[in-house]
């Protein structure tokens, strides 16, 4: 019975419409009726689910494809008109598109939306507003500077709402297309390159990248905001890569170069002694200004010839570690900086020989000196050798570079003559040869009947040839007498004028170059003595006129003394243990009387030998 109502009604032609079916929410909708049959009642349902009801109009809130329903109640039956999907309800959205800057004040605009079904394009100028379909191109150019807002608005062909989606970009025309710039290339040196620069919002800007001076290939489209592009896995050791950031002037297609900033990175080489830094060939730009080699952060070397590939870091110091950039100026401002490499410097070339080494008796030590060349590099050490009385030569102590000085304390210079032989030592631990040894004088002296017989070991040094000069000291040490210029080959003589069995001869060898007279070496010092003997006046007058007014026992180089004065009764009434210390006739602070008193001076000298003195003296007021 149904199937023959339907077919009933299909034949009467019964149909409905509605005046929208496609638009943003909230959209309003009015059906109606195409039935044509007089006093039916026409009743109607907008979604799936509604009630059948009087009203033609309905506002959908929702997104959504509504099935709308048409009810016929005629005399004969009631006819359902179904119209599946009929109405289409869309969130409204902003239409999306581009603004594009060309010269001249123009601006390319490129509807990317394919929401809706139309455009309307304001300009913001008070021109006419253009209508374009989905994905249209309008160019457009302005009269001036001025910024605009270009407002797009989209709508539907079937819509009740010609345009539920607006979308708006404020826009500045430029009289010409801004390139971008590239402020930065920095290279990490494990491959990943970083690109820095300043691109502008109304142009679409493309990085390219040029290796070993090949052409430009496309790397990215940058998007508008950002000032970096990380690149991953690039070989700046082998090759040099250059990056330049293009964009075409969108109206005619002509393209808009930024500036080009190249990197390299560096590779280094230990040439013992030399750090060889070798980089790229970084492709000329009229833009170079200079390489910069960056050493341990800082700034050291500035190199203005374009295609330099290298350079080489002297003076290094071994088992030094240095860390090395290469930076690239630009005169426009930009630069380029390689990524850290670092290197321990070694060295296997041999120290140069110290020089000029001498040895002299300084009391009962000896002192060495000597100098390092002036060339030497990286010396850290000085090795000193010694040999004893003709011995083999073992190492003695290892001495600073800081001080050119050695002081061997632990030597007895009387019994023996000592040489020395230094090794340098430069910090990658290259020993030097041997320096040219030196030898100290060892002097010896016997007294004889017709004068002091020397004789000493010769002297080894001086390369340039030496005499010897015999000095004669007092006790204070003092020069009073010399014999000089022997022959290098003399090794004693027979001091003549020493000829007193009771004096003190104290006696050293001063060897001097023939080069220089301010360099020279002494020997030890030798003390000729005769007999021990002790003095003492027979008389003294303590009246304070300035002569003999003391009583003394005098002797000469004495190690000990000591002097005893006893009255005639036997008192002891003095004593000194001090040789320049004599009695000055009072006791405890009283004059003592004239008359006799009696002395016991006993004494040592300095080889050893003792002498004792006793008798009577005067004492005369």
């Known amino acids: ?34 039935s044509g049959v007089a006093g039916a009642d026409i009743k109607y349902s907008f979604f799936e689910g509604q009630p059948f009801g009087d009203q033609n109009t309905f506002t959908y809130t929702e997104a959504g494809v509504y099935t709308v329903v048409q009810l016929v109640q005629t005399n004969a039956a009631a006819v359902p008109i179904r119209k599946e999907n009929y109405i289409e309800v869309i969130v409204p959205e902003p239409p999306t598109f581009e603004v594009n800057t060309c010269a001249g004040f123009g601006v390319r605009l490129n509807v990317t939306d394919t929401l809706y079904d139309f455009y309307e394009i304001d300009f913001g100028d008070a021109s006419p507003v253009v209508t374009v379909g989905r994905s249209e191109v309008e160019v457009y150019n302005y009269a001036d500077e001025t910024d605009r807002t270009i407002t797009v608005s989209g709508g539907f062909t079937d819509g009740g709402n010609d345009f539920c989606g607006t979308n708006s970009i404020t826009f500045t025309p430029r009289p010409t297309l801004r390139p971008a710039e590239i402020n930065a290339v920095e290279s990490q040196g494990n491959g990943d390159i970083t690109v820095g620069f300043t691109i502008f ?42 990056y330049r950031i293009v964009t075409n002037e969108p109206c005619t297609g002509v393209q808009v170069v930024s500036n080009e900033v190249c990197v390299g990175e560096l590779a280094l080489t230990d040439a013992q002694g030399t750090n060889q830094l070798e980089w790229p060939e970084i492709p000329q730009s009229p833009d170079f200004e200079q390489f910069n080699i ?38 426009n401002g930009a630069i380029s900086r390689s990524g850290e490499q670092c290197l321990v410097a070694s060295s296997n070339t ?13 009391g009962e030590n000896i002192v060495l000196s000597y100098e390092i060349p002036d060339n030497a590099q990286n010396i850290m050490t000085v090795n000193v050798q010694r040999a004893e009385s003709g011995g083999a030569f073992t190492s003695l102590e290892n001495n600073s570079i800081t001080s050119n000085t050695i002081t061997d304390r632990n030597v007895n210079v009387n019994e023996n003559s000592y040489c020395y032989q230094i090794v340098v030592q430069d910090s990658c631990n290259n020993i030097s040869e041997p320096s040219l040894q030196v030898c100290t004088v060892l002097l010896n002296a016997i007294p004889g009947e017709e004068g002091t017989e020397l004789s000493w070991s010769p002297f080894q040094g001086f390369p340039f040839g030496f005499s010897y000069t015999i000095e004669v000291l007092d006790e204070n040490g003092d020069v009073v007498r010399t014999i000089d210029n022997l022959p290098r080959a003399t ?37 000729v003595t005769g007999t021990l003997e002790l003095k003492a006046p027979e008389a003294f007058t303590p009246n304070g006129d300035g002569l003999n007014d003391t009583f003394f026992v005098r002797g000469n180089l004495l190690e000990t003394y000591k002097l005893q004065v006893f009255n005639r009764w036997g008192d002891l009434i003095f004593i000194s243990e001090l040789q320049e210390q004599g009695w000055d006739g009072t006791v405890n602070g009283d004059e003592a009387p004239a008359g006799t008193y009696s002395f016991l001076a006993e004494a040592i000298d300095i080889n050893g030998n003792n002498a004792n003195l006793k008798g009577l003296f005067i004492l005369i007021r």
Not at 220 to 229: E, K, M, N, R, Y
Not at 494 to 502: G, V
């Open 201 to 242: 919002p109304e142009s679409t800007y493309i990085l390219e990248e040029s290796v070993d001076g090949g052409a430009y290939n496309q790397i990215s489209v940058l998007d508008a905001g950002i000032s970096t592009f990380l690149l991953n896995n690039k070989n700046a050791f082998d090759q040099a890569h250059c």
């Open 1 to 34: 019975m149904l199937t023959t109502l339907v077919g009933h009604a299909f034949s009467q032609d019964f149909d409905f419409e509605a005046d929208v079916t496609k638009g943003c929410a909230p959209l309003t909708v009015t059906l109606t009726d195409l």
């Open 491 to 527: 090794n004693s003589f027979t001091d003549n004028a020493a000829t007193d069995p009771t004096a003190v001869y104290i006696y050293r060898i001063s060897v001097v170059a023939d080069h220089n007279a301010n360099e020279f070496a002494y020997s030890n010092e030798v003390i």
């Open 294 to 331: 960056i050493i341990d952060g800082v700034n050291s070397e500035q190199i203005t010839t374009p295609g330099t590939t290298a350079y080489n870091h002297q003076d290094v110091s071994c088992n030094v570690e240095y860390c090395y950039q290469l930076e690239i100026m630009y005169t």
């Open 350 to 362: 041999t120290p140069p020989t110290a020089e000029n080494l001498n040895a002299t008796v300084e």
